[in-house]
């Protein structure tokens, strides 16, 4: 890749422990259980642009993200931002200086505001946990300005979560992600709790601010529609793996792998151009117990023999990775 890399992460895996209380197991004889919840994922998300992962419910993202802020420790794998890897502790004065860097937003504005604060003290949490502003003054002035950023007035410091609507209380979480002066954002869902006539001006205030702070995102959702007009880049995940990793125009013209296609055929015709929705087939297998091989197989129209043995490898192609048999076999035309 000829850009830097801001985030680089390779072979990111999470298992979570799932297995029942110890003396249950004795009575029952059952080993200990785990649920992999990310298998394997390997991406880079270049300065500047938004990096979107989708998949239907419980594929992984959200786990992804809280690795790559730093909230859950991987199981195996690396993440490294500015070529800093994060589980180097011999680099812990350098990596407390890039946290404030790497902000999250998250799907449920209400539930990560604190109702007991009023917005300018929300506001400006991250300035006096960072250090940034010399005083008092300077801070609220600060605030003040976050505020009119994201369209709310500054006298709404003054007021309390529950005094605002959800659209609104996205832009003080906004706000409050970009007062560390981040240069990474982590939005998982960020909309995916407001009305549709409110997604649209949330997701146009992002891509303004991106341009005007020059930020980069990582961009989660389970909406193809959403991640089309925010994204540079999109990696689609099933089951905790990436089965495919394309820019956003090749991967709405041309989707390869066969799960892809399958989102693909579910978001509505907007362009009237008259292709048929279909609706996604089949139920997410349950995570503790995958299927064998590709884990997409039991839901796949393409599936063979091979597909049920034997893990697909990611294959490189024009900046694109695809990882499926049907694929590297040229079974799919
Ligand atoms: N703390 C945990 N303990 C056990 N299992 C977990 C934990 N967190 C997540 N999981 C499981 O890991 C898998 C991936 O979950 P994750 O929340 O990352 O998915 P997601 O793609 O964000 O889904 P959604 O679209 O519903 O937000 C799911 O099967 C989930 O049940
Ligand atoms: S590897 Fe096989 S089962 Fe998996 S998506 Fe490709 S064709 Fe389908
Ligand atoms: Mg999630």
């Not at 799907?107 to 006096?128: G, H, M, T």
């Amino acid at each position: 890749m000829s850009k830097t890399a801001l985030v680089s992460v390779k072979n990111l895996t999470r298992l979570f422990d799932v297995s029942k209380p110890l003396l249950n197991r004795i009575i029952e004889r059952e080993s200990r259980k785990f649920l992999r919840a990310v298998d394997d994922v390997s991406f880079d998300i270049v300065e500047g642009e938004t990096f979107a992962l989708v998949g239907e419910s419980g594929s992984g993202k959200s786990t992804v993200a809280k690795m790559v802020v730093g909230l859950l420790p991987p199981t195996k794998g690396s993440i490294r931002i500015y070529d800093l890897d994060l589980a180097d502790k011999s680099q812990h004065r350098k990596l407390q200086e890039m946290r404030s860097q790497i902000q999250m937003i998250f799907q449920d504005p209400f539930a990560s505001l604190n109702p007991r604060w009023r917005v300018d003290k929300i506001i400006a949490e991250p300035i006096r946990a960072f250090n940034l502003e010399a005083d008092d003054n300077a801070t609220d002035k600060r605030v003040g300005e976050l505020l009119t950023v994201v369209g709310l007035d500054p006298s709404d410091g003054r007021k309390f979560p529950h005094e605002f609507s959800g659209g609104q209380r996205q832009r003080i979480c906004i706000a409050r992600a970009l007062a560390s002066k981040p240069k990474f954002i982590v939005c998982d869902e960020p909309t995916s709790a407001l009305d549709v006539s409110v997604q649209a001006q949330i997701l146009n205030l992002m891509r303004d601010l991106q341009d005007e702070f020059n930020l980069t995102f990582l961009f989660i959702s389970h909406d193809l529609s959403v991640v089309r007009h925010m994204a540079t880049r999109i990696g689609v995940m099933y089951l905790g793996r990436l089965v495919e990793i394309s820019d956003s125009k090749n991967l709405f013209k041309a989707p390869k792998h066969p799960y892809t296609k399958m989102l693909l055929d579910a978001v509505p015709d907007l362009e009237m151009s008259g292709r048929e929705r279909k609706p996604v087939e089949g139920e997410i297998p349950n995570p503790i117990t995958p299927p064998s091989g590709c884990t997409f197989h039991p839901r796949c129209p393409f599936v063979n023999e091979r597909c049920r043995k034997e893990i697909p490898a990611t294959i490189e192609a024009n900046d694109s990775i695809v990882a499926c048999h049907a694929v590297e076999e040229g079974r799919l035309g």
